[in-house]
């Protein structure tokens, strides 16, 4: 595999809504940032777990969406030019002998760096994915593992496939704007709440959802990425196939801090314990803010990681710019780029 290779001030470890607000706080400082998250799409898991859920806990915003949080978190970091790298799961992170720290992705992009902030909530992020013959070339095309938004299947016949919260919650608000919803399950029991199943039943009678149970997602039809029908299988064997636009295979999310445990860092209960005052690790230089770090009292929400964000970034400061002093500034007076 061919490298590719960067310079920068500081990688954030994560692009969940307290890494992209760090890019903010580091831009602010005059410090370049690079923003490495396993996922395609940036927001952590407001995007991967709840885009259209509403939030009511952010400061300024009596009631906003998640996904609109991640919108404005982008926009807001927008004048500082970070650097996205999407779909690359950090594998590495050594620290070199003049000080700098190098981080390098499973993709194979390696990024030189005065600081890390690790924003890496309960680990990366990734889909479990059915195994299912030639699923990538579907990926994000006509297979998807989330919903951004409802709209994207508007009069579409779409296949959810799961049994949990995710896979039935997805199927009831889907079938106001989908043309038709197929629901596969291999069993007649759901690891959903009751209520939720009650209303999909319900849903199922008006011919708008079908259920399909108990089948299995067995194989894929279609071409270019381009679905047209999806082949299902119940345990004896038997064989079905429906023509669909679109499959969600919902069967859950699963975070695993992985490698984080091998970069010489503490990790505690899968946290990694930080002075409150910096956040910084057990690695001069290499700091932890949101979800994955905790210290005594630690609240798990939103506005205490980006509170955490800003501490970092100023902690960092003197190692990016050691012959500057740091004089506190409000944004009111610094204004942004
Ligand atoms: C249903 C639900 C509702 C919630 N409601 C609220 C609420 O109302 N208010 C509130 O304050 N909080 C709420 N939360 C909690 C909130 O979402 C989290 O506190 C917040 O997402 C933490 O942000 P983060 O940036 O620390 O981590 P995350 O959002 O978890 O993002 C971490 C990112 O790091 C990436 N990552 C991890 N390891 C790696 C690696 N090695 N390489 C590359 N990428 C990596 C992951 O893929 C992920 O995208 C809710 C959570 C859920 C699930």
Same mark, same amino acid.
């Given at each position: 595999?061919?490298?590719?290779?960067?310079?920068? %001030?500081?990688?954030?470890?994560?692009?969940?809504?307290?890494?992209?607000?760090?890019?903010?706080?580091?831009?602010?400082?005059?410090?370049?940032?690079?923003?490495?998250?396993?996922?395609?799409?940036?927001?952590?898991? +407001?995007?991967?777990?709840?885009?259209?859920?509403?939030?009511?806990?952010?400061?300024?915003?009596?009631?906003?969406?998640?996904? !609109?949080?991640?919108?404005?978190?982008?926009d807001?970091?927008?004048?500082? @030019?970070?650097?996205?790298?999407?779909?690359?799961?950090?594998?590495?992170?050594?620290?070199?002998?003049?000080?700098?720290?190098?981080?390098t992705?499973?993709?194979?992009?390696?990024?030189?760096?005065?600081?890390?902030?690790?924003?890496?909530?309960? /680990?990366?992020? /990734?889909p479990?994915?059915?195994? +299912?013959?030639?699923?990538?070339?579907?990926? #994000?095309?006509?297979?998807?593992?989330?919903?951004?938004?409802?709209?994207?299947?508007?009069?579409?016949?779409?296949?959810?496939? /799961? /049994?949990? %919260?995710?896979?039935? &919650?997805?199927?009831?608000?889907?079938? &106001?704007?989908?043309?038709?919803?197929?629901?596969?399950?291999?069993? &007649?029991?759901?690891?959903?709440?009751? #209520?939720?199943? @009650?209303?999909?039943?319900?849903?199922?009678?008006?011919?708008?959802?079908?259920? $399909?149970?108990?089948?299995?997602?067995?194989?894929?039809?279609?071409?270019?990425?381009?679905?047209?029908?999806?082949?299902?299988? !119940?345990?004896?064997?038997?064989?079905?196939?429906?023509?669909?636009?679109? +499959?969600?295979?919902?069967?859950?999310?699963?975070?695993?801090?992985?490698?984080?445990? !091998?970069?010489?860092?503490?990790?505690?209960?899968?946290?990694?314990? $930080? &002075?409150?005052?910096?956040?910084?690790?057990?690695?001069?230089? $290499?700091?932890?803010?949101? !979800?994955?770090?905790?210290?005594?009292?630690? +609240?798990?929400?939103?506005?205490?990681?980006?509170?955490?964000?800003?501490?970092?970034?100023?902690?960092?400061?003197?190692?990016?710019?050691?012959d500057e002093?740091?004089?506190?500034?409000?944004?009111?007076?610094q204004?942004?780029?």
């Amino acid at each position: 595999m061919t490298s590719k290779h960067y310079s920068t %001030d500081v990688v954030i470890v994560g692009a969940g809504p307290t890494g992209l607000f760090a890019v903010f706080e580091c831009g602010m400082l005059k410090m370049k940032c690079h923003v490495i998250d396993s996922l395609a799409h940036i927001g952590g898991q +407001l995007t991967a777990l709840y885009p259209e859920k509403p939030i009511y806990d952010i400061p300024g915003y009596p009631m906003i969406l998640a996904g !609109d949080l991640v919108t404005h978190l982008e926009d807001q970091a927008k004048p500082f @030019d970070p650097v996205y790298h999407l779909k690359q799961q950090v594998s590495d992170l050594k620290s070199l002998d003049d000080g700098r720290f190098e981080v390098t992705t499973a993709g194979g992009i390696v990024i030189s760096c005065a600081a890390v902030i690790i924003a890496a909530g309960a /680990g990366a992020f /990734g889909p479990n994915k059915p195994p +299912l013959e030639g699923l990538e070339a579907y990926e #994000e095309k006509s297979v998807f593992y989330m919903v951004r938004r409802c709209g994207d299947f508007a009069d579409k016949t779409v296949m959810i496939a /799961g /049994g949990g %919260d995710s896979a039935v &919650d997805w199927a009831i608000s889907l079938s &106001d704007v989908a043309k038709k919803i197929y629901f596969v399950h291999r069993r &007649d029991k759901f690891r959903a709440a009751p #209520e939720s199943v @009650d209303k999909l039943h319900k849903i199922a009678e008006s011919g708008k959802v079908e259920m $399909v149970i108990p089948y299995q997602l067995h194989g894929l039809r279609g071409e270019g990425g381009t679905l047209s029908a999806v082949e299902l299988a !119940d345990l004896d064997g038997n064989k079905k196939i429906l023509e669909v636009d679109a +499959l969600l295979p919902l069967f859950g999310i699963v975070p695993q801090l992985g490698a984080l445990g !091998d970069w010489g860092i503490t990790i505690e209960q899968h946290h990694i314990p $930080v &002075d409150p005052a910096t956040q910084q690790t057990n690695v001069a230089g $290499v700091f932890a803010i949101g !979800d994955v770090s905790t210290y005594p009292n630690k +609240l798990k929400l939103i506005l205490t990681g980006f509170s955490e964000g800003a501490m970092a970034a100023h902690a960092i400061h003197p190692r990016v710019f050691p012959d500057e002093e740091l004089h506190f500034v409000y944004s009111t007076t610094q204004g942004v780029p």
